[in-house]
């Protein structure tokens, strides 16, 4: 037994899993050219694990690059400066970049890391988000892919923490209150 918080389930394995070949699909339609993939650390990663091996799938031959963003929070909000802690190592310039994150919220990390590679003079930057938290942007930015709209509750799971912990699950879920019902729950 571990003392672990339940978690609700919001977007199971098999949806998560069924939507990023779909996304894999529409970006293999966009026609990049020498693709570059970067994925923001650390709530992407299990998204861009699934989602490249499925670019794969898909017919695409990316390369791999990491870029590491603090986007400073106070709690579970967000307070609007991005910082890098880690960044890319390849040359940008001239390339399609594919920029892929766990979610769209406020819309300053995507909006910060866009603009960032383009002032490095990459080609085109296309976004990909698991999800999407409608009504939330206070810069303005659209995703080119997005697997799922979120409910505007703070998620966790697939990559995503509260606090480091939760991101080893492999769904998307919200921390539950001990008066719900039991059958909501991921198994956990
Ligand atoms: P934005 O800069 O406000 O768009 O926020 C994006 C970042 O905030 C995401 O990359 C996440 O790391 C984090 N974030 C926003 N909402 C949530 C949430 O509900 N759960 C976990 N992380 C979140
Ligand atoms: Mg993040």
Redesign the pocket.
């Given at each position: 037994m571990t003392d672990t918080p339940r978690v609700r389930v919001l977007f199971d394995e098999a949806t998560i899993a069924r939507r990023i070949e779909e996304l894999a699909r529409a970006v293999a339609a966009a026609e990049t050219k020498d693709l570059l993939v970067v994925a923001?650390l650390k709530?992407?990663f299990m998204f861009a694990a699934d989602l490249i091996r499925a670019l794969h799938r898909a017919g695409l031959s990316p390369q791999v690059e990491f870029i590491h963003l603090s986007?400073y929070?106070a709690g579970?909000r967000?307070t609007g400066k991005?910082e890098i802690l880690r960044d890319v190592e390849s040359e940008v310039r001239d390339r399609d970049v594919l920029l892929i994150?766990?979610?769209?919220?406020?819309?300053?990390?995507?909006v910060f890391a866009k603009d960032l590679l383009m002032a490095r003079g990459a080609r085109r930057v296309l976004t990909a988000v698991l999800l999407e938290?409608p009504g939330k942007r206070?810069v303005e930015i659209k995703a080119d892919f997005v697997g799922f709209t979120c409910p505007d509750?703070?998620?966790?799971g697939y990559g995503?923490?509260?606090a480091h912990s939760f991101r080893q699950l492999p769904f998307v879920g919200v921390v539950a209150h001990g008066d719900e019902e039991p059958d909501l729950f991921g198994g956990i």
């Open positions: 923001v709530g992407s986007s929070r579970t967000s991005v994150d766990d979610i769209l919220e406020s819309g300053r990390t995507a938290k206070a509750v703070f998620v966790v995503m923490d509260v």
